[in-house]
């Protein structure tokens, strides 16, 4: 069992920056794929970028602007997002999965954080 604890959302102003965190429990946190959803008002969640061991994936949406990163030692993952636009307002939601693959479907989800960009 894998309990995931997003922080760091807010309301920014469009082109500023906010960085997500989301602390994971277990010991193997290191084997997991982890990733972020979003869910904007009205809308699906979608994809949104994804790490394993060895790789990054992003949403064509974000590439160029988000950066996903992970620290392994503090349990944590990482979601840099600059350069923030009006269409980035959603809820962003913390996942993990043993594997991660095309049409990810993760098993295990944090509650969501909300980040609001102001035009």
């Known amino acids: 069992q894998v309990q995931l604890v997003e922080s760091g959302g807010g309301l920014v102003q469009a082109g500023d920056s906010l960085r997500l965190s989301c602390a994971a429990s277990g010991r193997t946190f290191s084997y997991y794929a982890m990733g972020w959803f979003r869910q904007a008002p009205g809308k699906e969640r979608v994809f949104v970028a994804a790490?394993?061991?060895?790789?990054?994936y992003y949403a064509d949406s974000v590439k160029g602007r988000f950066t996903i990163s992970r620290d392994n030692a503090k349990n944590t993952m990482y979601l840099q997002m600059n350069s923030l636009k009006p269409e980035d307002t959603a809820i962003y939601y913390c996942?993990?999965?043993?594997?991660?693959?095309?049409?990810?479907?993760?098993?295990?989800w944090g509650q969501g954080t909300q980040v609001t960009v102001s035009s």
């Open positions: 790490i394993t061991r060895s790789n990054t």
């Open positions: 996942v993990a999965d043993e594997l991660y693959m095309s049409n990810w479907g993760p098993a295990y």
